[in-house]
C-alpha cells in the first residue's frame, strides 16, 4: 500500500510519458546532399551534444577545464562560422557522472534519445561500463583519455597518441638523445590501475625494442598517503630513470617524498602526471632538475602552430577567465575533432546514428592544426594515430609551468606498436 | 614480478619512521572521531569534511589573506571549532537520544553538504597549503625525517597531552566523563549535557583543522581529495578502543607502521596477495586484534546486564 | 499491524497476512492496486524513468535484506556492499563469462551470497556495535582489493562485461525485450517487470520471516540480546543465519544490478554504496521490510528527482554547470548538497523513517473521528 504511494510520487517526478520513438529508436535516413532529416538530437535547426564529467568530486578539477575546452569551441563555431556546415548551431548537454560508473550509466540513457552523439566521456571505469551500450544503440562518443584500447572502437573517437605511446616515445629519447644509454637502469612507478597498465606496457615494448630490461616496478593506490616504501624499493635498486604514471597529487607526494629522501633519478611523467599548481609548489626546483614530461604538440603559445594560435584567440574570446591548462587544450580538441566528423555527416545529409558511424569512417585524417598530432583516420582498422611526442621540462617562468625541450620526437620502432580492441 | 633486492636496515628504520609520521596524521584525525565519541556515544562520519574544511580554512588564511602561517593555523583550528559548535546546536542536539543508527545518519547527511560546500567555495581546483616546512629534511641517526613530519607528530603529542590534562584536571573534562558514561546521573548531578556536548564538537573541530592542515602540509597538494583519508582512521579508532583517547593515536600509529611496513615488504615477500595490500593489511590487523580483545586494546569493556 | 474492524480469532487468523475481502478489504483494494500499477507502468514511462525505477527494485530489494540484518536484528552493518559485490560478480561471470541460463546464475548468486554471509556472521558473535561496523567497513575495502586482483574471475580493475549473459525464462527474453500478445517491448519494460516481480517475492519472503518465529527471535536479538539468550534464543543461530539471509538478498540485488548495467567493475561496490543501503533503511524506517523499499525508492529515486529537476526555477540562480554559466554550485555539488539536507531535515523530524510516518497518517485515518 505505502509502496503505491512512493511510486505515486515517483510517477509525479518521473515525468515523461512514453514516445513512440522509444521503443523504435530510428530515425529516417536523410536523401543523400540534401538537409538532414531530424532525429534524435537533431531538431532541423540545432544539433545537440552530449558530454557526461564529473563537475563534483575529486576528478572536477579535471572535468571543468575539459568541459570549458569543449564549450568555448562551439561557442565560436556558433557565433563565427554560424554553426556546423554554416547553418546548424550546436548546443551542449552536460551532465555530472561524479565520476561513478552507475550514475553515469544512468545519465547516459536519461540524455542517449537527445543527442547526436557524445562530444565527451570522461573517466577510463566510465567509458569501459559504456562501451557495450554504445556499441548497442550505435552512438558515437568522443573518451576523454588516452587508452590504446580506444583505438579499434567502432564507436569512440579517440584522440590524441596513446599512453602506450607516450612512454615509448620518452623511454627511446632518454635513451637515446636525453642524457641516458641502454646500460642505464630503466623502473616504473605507477597506479595500480588500468592507466597504470598502460603506461607500463608501453614501457615494456620500448625496453624489449631497445634490448634492455626492467630494473624494477613500483605500484601504488591511487591517492597513496605515504610513498616512503615505493621510493626506498626504486632507491634500493639504483632505479637512473624512472617512468612515472599518475595523477597529479599523487606526483606531488611521490616526488616530494623521493625529494625528502635524497633519490634524484631522471623522472619522466605521462601527460596526466602535471598540474599549473606545480608552479608554486615548494617541490618545483627539484622538479626543474629532475622532471621531464611527455605530450604531445607545440609549447603552449607558441603560434608557429596555426592550431595554437587558434586555440589561443578563441580561448581569449569565448573563455577569459580560464588559466592556461592542459585539459582546457584537450577538451578544445575533442570539440574540433567533433566538428570534422560533423561537418562530413552534414555534407552527406545524414545525422542518424548510422549516418555518424558512416561519416566517421569516411574521413582520411583528423586535423588538429599540429597541437596534437594529425590523426589517420578511417575505419576503425584503418585508425593511426599520431606516433610522435613532444617532451618538455619544468620551467616557472612558462605558461602552466612546462618549457618544450623538443617536439614531435618519434621513436623508431613507435610505428610497431599494434592496437588492438579488448 | 618480484626483484630480488636488498632491503637495508636503514630502509626498515626509514619505513618505521616514516610508519609513525603516517600514523600521526591518522592519530590527529582518530582523535577527532575519539572525543565525539566519548562524549555523545555517536561515531561522527562528518569528522572526514571538518578536517577537509580545516584544510581549505588553513589555505585561505594562510595563502589567500597572506598571513603568518601559524597564526592563519590558530585561526583555522577556532574557525574549525566553531563550525563544530554550530553543527552540534543546529542537528546534533535535537537528536539525543535517538537510536544511533539515525544519528549516524544524520552525520553522513552533514558529510556530504560539507564536503560539497567546501568544494563549492574553493573550487575543484589543487593548491598549495603554503606552510613553511616544504620539504625541507634533517638527519636524525641516520634517518632521514621531513619537518613537516616532526611537526606532526609533535602536534599529536600535543593534542594527547592537552586531552589528558583536560580530562583529567579540567571540570568541563571530568563532565565530559561523567555525561559519557552515564548522561542521565550526570544530568541528576547538575552537569549541564548541552555544554558537554557542544565543547565535545568543538574540540572536534579544532582538532580536525589541525589534521587537516599536516595532511595537506609539504609538496603534497590540497585537493578535495585530501579528506578520503580520513576512512583509515576508523581501523584506528577502533583498534584503540572507541572510547580511549589513548587508544585512538595509538591506534593511528599502529594503522601508519602497519601501512608502510606491508608497503615496503609485500611486493618482496608475498607479491601473490595482490597490489596495493597495504589498503586492506590495516583491516587485518584490527581484526585479529579484536578477535582477542573484542573492546580494542585500551577500550572500556560494555558491562551488560540482562 | 491489526485493524479496527475485527477481532483476530485465532493465533493463524492472527498471522495472516491476507485475509477473506470482505474481512480486509483496504489490503485487498491495495493488492490490486499495486498489480494494476505494475503492470501499467512500463507502458506508460519512458525507458530513461523506467530505468530509475528497476534501480529503485533492485536497491529496495538489498535494503530489505540489511533491514532483516540491522532493523531487526541489530546488527549495524556497513559491508553490505561488499555482498552486492559477490553476487554481481558471480552473476558476470557464470552468466556473462560462462553462458550459464539466467535462473542458474541467479540461484548461484544468491547461494554464493548466503554461504559467503554464514561465513562472516560468526564474527557478529564475538564483536558488538560500532565494533562490528567497522570490521563490515572492513569487508568493503577487502572486496575492492579482491576485485581489482582476482585478474581471473572479475577481470581486474577493467571490470567484466554482462552483455553476453542470456536473460531468458523460457520464451521471455528480458534482454531483447518480452514479446506478449503480439506486442513487442524494450529491455527497460521487460527488465522493470523482471526486478519488480522479485521484490514481490523477497518482500513477502521477509514479511514471513518477520512474522514467524525466527521474526521473534531477530527482535529479541535486536532489543537485550543477553536476555534473550537466557530465554533460550539461540545466539548463533540467529546471528549469522541473519547475515546469511541479509548476504543473499545483497547477491541476488547485486545480480540484477549487473544484469541492468551490463557491466561491473571495482570501483562501484564501494563505501559509497554501502552507506546509500544504511541510508535507505533509515529513512525508511528500521526494523519494517514496507520502509526497505520506501526508502530505496526515496534514496535513489529521490536523488534521480533533484537531479532531473534542479536546473529550473529558483535553483537556476545557484547553480552552474561549470562552464561558464554564473553559479556557485555546479549540479554535482548542488545534488550532493541537496540530497545531505533532506537525509539531515527528515531525520530531524521523522527519525523512525518513513514507514512510521505512514503509519501515522493511517493511524490518524483509521482513528476518525478519534484522531489528534
Redesign the interface.
Known amino acids: ?7 505515486a ?3 509525479s ?7 513512440d520513438d ?2 523504435s529508436d530510428k530515425a529516417d535516413k536523410g536523401g543523400n546532399g540534401g538537409a538532414p532529416a531530424s532525429g534524435p538530437g537533431f531538431d532541423g535547426k540545432t544539433i545537440k551534444l552530449g558530454v557526461i564529467t ?5 576528478v ?2 579535471i ?2 577545464p575539459l ?2 575546452g ?2 568555448a569551441y562551439w561557442d565560436y563555431v556558433n557565433k563565427e562560422l554560424k554553426g556546423v556546415g554554416g547553418k546548424y548551431k550546436v548546443e551542449l548537454v ?3 557522472s ?1 565520476y ?3 550514475t553515469a ?2 545519465k547516459y ?2 540524455i542517449k ?1 537527445d543527442v547526436v552523439m557524445f562530444n565527451q566521456l570522461l573517466g577510463t ?1 566510465i567509458v ?6 554504445l556499441t ?1 544503440d550505435n552512438i558515437v562518443a568522443q573518451p576523454a583519455s588516452l587508452d590504446s584500447f580506444w583505438v579499434r572502437e567502432q564507436n569512440l573517437l579517440p584522440l590524441g597518441a596513446p599512453y602506450q605511446i607516450q612512454a615509448i616515445n620518452g623511454i627511446d629519447w632518454w635513451v637515446t638523445e636525453g642524457g641516458g644509454s641502454e646500460q642505464k637502469k630503466i623502473c616504473t612507478l605507477r597506479q ?3 592507466y597504470g ?1 598502460a603506461g607500463q606496457a608501453g614501457v615494456d615494448f620500448a625496453l624489449d625494442k631497445l634490448g634492455m630490461t626492467l ?7 591511487v ?1 597513496n ?2 610513498f ?3 621510493i ?2 626504486l632507491q ?2 639504483g632505479c637512473e630513470l624512472v617512468w612515472l604514471t599518475s595523477t ?2 599523487d606526483t ?2 611521490a ?2 617524498k623521493a ?4 633519490f634524484a633519478p631522471q623522472w619522466m611523467g605521462q601527460s596526466p602526471t602535471w ?1 599549473g ?1 606545480f608552479v ?4 618545483m626546483p ?1 622538479l626543474q632538475k629532475n622532471f621531464i614530461w611527455v605530450s604531445e604538440g607545440p609549447e603552449y603559445g607558441d603560434t608557429s602552430a596555426p592550431g595554437m594560435k587558434e586555440l589561443l584567440r578563441i580561448q581569449d574570446t569565448y ?1 577569459p577567465d580560464q588559466v592556461p591548462d592542459i585539459y582546457y587544450n584537450f577538451g578544445y580538441l575533442e570539440s574540433k575533432a567533433v566538428h570534422q566528423v560533423l561537418e562530413a555527416a552534414v555534407k552527406n545529409g545524414d545525422l542518424s546514428r548510422e549516418g555518424i558511424v558512416e561519416a566517421m569512417n569516411s574521413i582520411d585524417e583528423i586535423d588538429f592544426g599540429d597541437v596534437f598530432g594529425t590523426y589517420g583516420w578511417g575505419k576503425p582498422d584503418d585508425r593511426d594515430p599520431p606516433r610522435a611526442n613532444s617532451i618538455f621540462k619544468p620551467n616557472p617562468d612558462k605558461p602552466i609551468g612546462l618549457e618544450l625541450v623538443v617536439a614531435e620526437h618519434e621513436a623508431p620502432f613507435a610505428k610497431d606498436f599494434e592496437f588492438s580492441s ?1 | 614480478m618480484s626483484f630480488v633486492a636488498a632491503i637495508t636496515g636503514d630502509d626498515l628504520w626509514q619505513t618505521g619512521f616514516s610508519g609513525v609520521a603516517v600514523g600521526c596524521k591518522y592519530a590527529l584525525i582518530a582523535l577527532g572521531f575519539s572525543i565525539i565519541f566519548k562524549a555523545t556515544g555517536v561515531i561522527n562520519f562528518a569528522q572526514a569534511s571538518l578536517v577537509l574544511l580545516g584544510s581549505y580554512l588553513t589555505f585561505n588564511f594562510a595563502h589567500t589573506w597572506e598571513l603568518n602561517f601559524y597564526l592563519a593555523l590558530l585561526m583555522a583550528m577556532a574557525a574549525g571549532a566553531l563550525i563544530g559548535v554550530v553543527i552540534e546546536a543546529l542537528v546534533l542536539r535535537h537528536m539525543v537520544g535517538e537510536q544511533p543508527a539515525t544519528v549516524i545518519m544524520a552525520t553522513i547527511g552533514i558529510l556530504f553538504v560539507l564536503d560539497n560546500l567546501t568544494t563549492a567555495v574553493w573550487g575543484p581546483d589543487n593548491h598549495n597549503l603554503g606552510d613553511p616546512w616544504g620539504i625541507r629534511t634533517r638527519d636524525v641517526f641516520g634517518v632521514t625525517v621531513a619537518d613537516r613530519d616532526l611537526w606532526t607528530i609533535a602536534f599529536t603529542a600535543a593534542v594527547l597531552a592537552g586531552f589528558f590534562a583536560f580530562f583529567r584536571f579540567s571540570t568541563l573534562g571530568l563532565a565530559m566523563r561523567a555525561a559519557a558514561l552515564d548522561p542521565e546521573a550526570a544530568m541528576a548531578q547538575g552537569i549541564p549535557a548541552r555544554r558537554v556536548y557542544r565543547a565535545a564538537w568543538a574540540i572536534a573541530g579544532l582538532v580536525a583543522a589541525l589534521a587537516g592542515a599536516t595532511l595537506a602540509a609539504g609538496a603534497t597538494q590540497l585537493s578535495p581529495a585530501t579528506g578520503s583519508l580520513a576512512l583509515i582512521a576508523f581501523p584506528a579508532i577502533i583498534l584503540g578502543g572507541l572510547d580511549s583517547p589513548l587508544g585512538a593515536a595509538i591506534g593511528g600509529v599502529i594503522i601508519g607502521l602497519v601501512q608502510q611496513f606491508t608497503a615496503l615488504l609485500a611486493p618482496e615477500y608475498f607479491d601473490w596477495v595482490g597490489e596495493s595490500f597495504e589498503r586492506v593489511s590495516p583491516y587485518l590487523v584490527m581484526i585479529v586484534i579484536l578477535l582477542i580483545r573484542p573492546y580494542g586494546l585500551f577500550g572500556t569493556k560494555e558491562v551488560r546486564r540482562a | 499491524m491489526s485493524t479496527s474492524r475485527t477481532m483476530a480469532l485465532s493465533y493463524l487468523d492472527e498471522v495472516k497476512l491476507l485475509r477473506s475481502p470482505r474481512r480486509d478489504p483496504w489490503r485487498w483494494a491495495a493488492l490490486v492496486a499495486a498489480v494494476v500499477l505494475y503492470l501499467w507502468i512500463p507502458t506508460y514511462f519512458g525507458d530513461p524513468g523506467l530505468r530509475i525505477m528497476a534501480m529503485c527494485g533492485i536497491f529496495a530489494i538489498g535494503a530489505i535484506g540489511l533491514n532483516l540484518l540491522t532493523g531487526y536484528t541489530g546488527q549495524i552493518s556497513l559491508g553490505h556492499a561488499f555482498f552486492v559485490g559477490v553476487g554481481a560478480y558471480t552473476a558476470a561471470y557464470f552468466g556473462g563469462e560462462r553462458g550459464w541460463p539466467l535462473p542458474a546464475y541467479l540461484a548461484l548468486a544468491t547461494l554464493i551470497g548466503f554461504t559467503v554471509g554464514a561465513v562472516i556472521g560468526p564474527f557478529a558473535l564475538r564483536l558488538r556495535g560500532n565494533y562490528l561496523v567497522v570490521v563490515t567497513l572492513g569487508l568493503v575495502f577487502l572486496g575492492e582489493h579482491l576485485w581489482n586482483n582476482w585478474d581471473s574471475v572479475t577481470g581486474g580493475g577493467n571490470g567484466i562485461s554482462l552483455s553476453q549473459a542470456p536473460m531468458t525464462l523460457g520464451p521471455l527474453d528480458f534482454k531483447e525485450g518480452i514479446e506478449l500478445g503480439g506486442e513487442a517491448y524494450t529491455f527497460e519494460q521487460s527488465f522493470f517487470w523482471l526486478t519488480w516481480a522479485l521484490v514481490a517475492v523477497t518482500a513477502l519472503l521477509a514479511v514471513n520471516l518477520t512474522r514467524s518465529r525466527p521474526g521473534r527471535a531477530m527482535q529479541a536479538i535486536r532489543d537485550r540480546d543477553l536476555s534473550a539468550e537466557v530465554i533460550g534464543v539461540n545466539l548463533a543461530r540467529y546471528k549469522v543465519g541473519a547475515f546469511a539471509w541479509s548476504s543473499a538478498y545483497a547477491a541476488l540485488a547485486g545480480s540484477l544490478y549487473g544484469l541492468l548495467q551490463q557491466y561491473v567493475s571495482p570501483g562501484e561496490f564501494s563505501l559509497f554504496l554501502a552507506i546509500n543501503y544504511v541510508a535507505m533503511i533509515i529513512i525508511g524506517g528500521l526494523g519494517t521490510i514496507v520502509g526497505s523499499i520506501l526508502g530505496a525508492v526515496f534514496v535513489w529515486g529521490g536523488r534521480s528527482v533533484i537531479e532531473q529537476n534542479s536546473s529550473i526555477g529558483l535553483f537556476d540562480r545557484l547553480i552552474t554547470n561549470g562552464v561558464g554559466e554564473p553559479g556557485w554550485f555546479t549540479i554535482g555539488e548542488a545534488n550532493a548538497i541537496l540530497f545531505g539536507l533532506a537525509i539531515v531535515l527528515f531525520l530531524l523530524f521523522e527519525p523512525r523513517g518513513l514507514a512510521a510516518l505512514w503509519f501515522r497518517v493511517k493511524t490518524w485515518f483509521l482513528t476518525w473521528p478519534f484522531s489528534y
Open positions: 500500500m505505502t509502496v503505491l504511494a512512493a511510486l510520487l515517483l510517477v517526478a518521473c515525468g515523461g510519458g512514453r514516445d522509444d521503443a564529473p563537475t563534483s568530486g575529486r572536477a578539477v572535468g571543468e568541459t570549458n569543449n564549450k552536460i551532465e555530472d561524479a561513478d560508473a552507475p550509466v544512468q540513457n536519461q534519445g571505469p569501459n561500463a559504456l562501451l557495450e551500450q548497442a595500480d590501475d588500468p597498465e630494473a624494477d616496478e613500483a605500484t601504488f593506490p591517492g598517503p605515504d616512503t616504501a615505493q626506498t624499493q634500493g635498486k597529479p597529487t606531488g607526494s616526488l616530494a625529494a625528502e629522501l635524497g598540474i599548481a608554486d609548489s615548494p617541490l627539484y573563455a579488448d
